[in-house]
């Protein structure tokens, strides 16, 4: 059950999917000096996606609000141009009832090679919501602690570091993928941002860079990509009793060195 600060939250987040497909940001209570960036880029709030948008799915994938932070964010999947996909994660920041911070990470390319994404993408996660019991419950200080161990153990490619569960699961871009320290061919899990943590549900979600540095000629690994480039993750981990259970991400590459704008 969501408290009515929460359940605003989340009305919010699904009213600003709504005023995108419609191309319609008066929709929204705006604060005058809002800021909105896509993809590490500011600009004006009308441009960029809220252009092309022509539907939002009637879910979101996540959700996760933060009524002490002020904030909301989560991801679902849109439509624009037409007909094509994409997978679309929004964080809003609110002072007052106004709405001061837009940020969007758009992903346009389908993961790993499919030619459309999971299905899975159109419809809540149904583990994420759960309230645990109150003895599996941490703080918000040891979710934040939970989550950076998880980034520390893979940019450092040390698995103890990970405080994770035997069973625990990574979704990545709706595409389940495994849950450990791997980090050939990672440089660094950089610019690290908490925008929103819900200790109720063990929710926290991280915004991150992860750097590759490509296949370099000295290198004593085999890198996943051959040239530079910097890959902006939002990841929500789900603790539990201290140990990460499942984390749902999405991410998209960008140029090497790449800034999220905030």
């Not at 929709?27 to 896509?38: C, G, I, K, Q, V």
């Not at 141009?81 to 758009?106: S, Y």
């Not at 625990?168 to 610019?191: C, F, H, K, Q, S």
Request: hydrophobic share 45%; glycine share 10%.
């Amino acid at each position: 059950m969501l408290t009515p600060a929460q359940a605003r939250l989340h009305e919010l987040l699904d009213a600003y999917f709504a005023a995108l497909a419609a191309g319609d940001p008066g929709r929204l209570p705006l604060a005058a000096d809002a800021r909105f960036t896509e993809n590490g880029q500011q600009l004006a709030i009308g441009a960029g996606l809220w252009a092309t948008m022509t539907a939002a799915s009637d879910s979101r994938a996540v959700t996760v609000a933060d009524p002490a932070a002020g904030q909301v964010a989560g991801w679902g999947m849109v439509t624009e141009g037409g007909d094509a996909e994409a997978l679309l994660g929004v964080r809003l920041r609110m002072a007052g009832k106004a709405i001061r911070e837009i940020e969007t990470l758009v992903v346009r390319r389908p993961p790993f090679g499919r030619t459309t994404f999971p299905e899975s993408l159109y419809k809540a996660s149904p583990v994420l919501p759960d309230i645990l019991d109150p003895a599996e419950r941490g703080s918000r200080e040891e979710l934040v602690a939970a989550a950076n161990r998880y980034l520390d153990g893979v940019s450092r490619d040390d698995a103890d570091l990970i405080l994770s569960a035997d069973d625990g699961v990574r979704i990545e871009n709706g595409v389940p993928t495994v849950l450990n320290a791997d980090g050939a061919g990672l440089e660094d899990i950089r610019d690290r941002r908490i925008a929103a943590a819900d200790p109720e549900r063990g929710l926290v979600l991280v915004c991150c860079f992860f750097d590759h540095p490509g296949q370099r000629r000295d290198a004593g690994f085999t890198s996943p990509l051959a040239s530079p480039t910097s890959v902006m993750i939002w990841e929500l981990s789900k603790v539990a009793g201290g140990r990460i259970r499942r984390i749902e991400a999405i991410g998209a590459a960008f140029p090497y060195g790449m800034r999220a704008g905030w």
